[in-house]
């Protein structure tokens, strides 16, 4: 069998590139779970988004939708009936 020589070089060599790129690689995978991170953001602010512009056109269009939230954030109440809040 032929044995493999460990040169002092050889051992500091490999310490040195990998004191080089440990740095860079860290910094690549933190960078990594950001941009993942970032992502499953951007997907959920584009279903809201998506929710929003769909409550919108139904404000804009649906009467009894608008009277609904009117009566359910503003407490806006047909003439004649009385409201009545329960604590």
Not at 17 to 33: N, Q, S, W
Not at 38 to 51: G, H, M, P, S, T
């Amino acid at each position: 069998m032929a044995k493999i020589k460990i040169r002092p070089l050889y051992i500091f060599i490999a310490l040195f590139l990998f004191m080089i790129f440990l740095p860079g690689y860290t910094k690549f995978m933190e960078l990594r779970a950001k941009n993942n991170h970032l992502e499953e953001e951007i997907a959920r602010l584009e279903q809201e988004n998506i929710r929003l512009y769909k409550e919108k056109d139904r404000l804009e269009k649906d009467i009894d939708y608008i009277e609904k939230v009117a009566r359910d954030s503003m407490g806006v109440t047909r003439e004649g009936e009385i409201p009545i809040k329960i604590e």
